[in-house]
């Protein structure tokens, strides 16, 4: 995280003014950037100093190494999907029929895939992202479990039909390029199959 006091040095003289410039928040968000762009291998101070058009003095200023500055990027991440998690609350207040086409689609938007993919990539190497992902997880499938019981399934086909909704999704983050990607009309498609009483 930043750090709590100065060090003496050339180096700490010419990073304060860049601090006035640059905060934390920029360096994590250009940290995450990279990292969907091209992996967490991609992030490395001497590319974020170059593309954000400061010195090393400045990464040093606010982190004490790129370790610190994954911290602190992964606990950007995870605020960001506690707010997703919050903001399930508010797809629960949709009515039943709506509810689930607009979380497919929110999948759907452009970029939010690649977020995504490159989120459980990293998920893999860092726990407490882990952890994040698996909390996400945890509460969309909570939401379309419960939304099948509201649909008048039991709890096994409740369950088990909002096991083939949530796996398809991961799938998708997953396979997308690889596979044809599912359209709209696909994904209404989908749902009208997985709601179907049989």
């Not at 039943?96 to 190497?125: F, K, N, P, Q, Y």
Request: glycine residues 8%; proline residues 3%.
């Amino acid at each position: 995280m930043g750090r709590n006091s100065r060090t003496g040095g050339p180096e700490a003289d010419a990073a304060a003014p860049q601090s006035g410039r640059l905060g934390v928040d920029d360096w994590t968000t250009a940290a995450l950037a990279l990292l969907v762009e091209d992996g967490v291998a991609a992030v490395k101070i001497s590319t974020l100093c170059a593309r954000l058009g400061v010195t090393k003095g400045s990464f040093y200023w606010h982190f004490a190494d790129l370790r610190s500055l994954m911290a602190a990027t992964a606990d950007h991440w995870c605020g960001r999907q506690n707010d997703a998690v919050r903001g399930l609350d508010d797809l629960e207040s949709l009515p039943v029929d709506e509810r689930l086409g607009v979380m497919s689609r929110m999948l759907l938007a452009e970029g939010s895939w690649t977020v995504e993919r490159a989120i459980r990539d990293w998920a893999r190497t860092n726990e407490q992202v882990a952890e994040s992902v698996r909390v996400l997880d945890r509460r969309i499938f909570d939401v379309v479990e419960a939304t099948m019981r509201e649909l008048g399934f039991d709890e096994q086909d409740a369950r088990l039909r909002a096991g083939v909704m949530v796996y398809a999704g991961v799938g998708f983050i997953h396979a997308r390029g690889n596979l044809p990607a599912p359209e709209v009309e696909d994904i209404d498609r989908l749902i009208a199959m997985v709601t179907a009483r049989p």
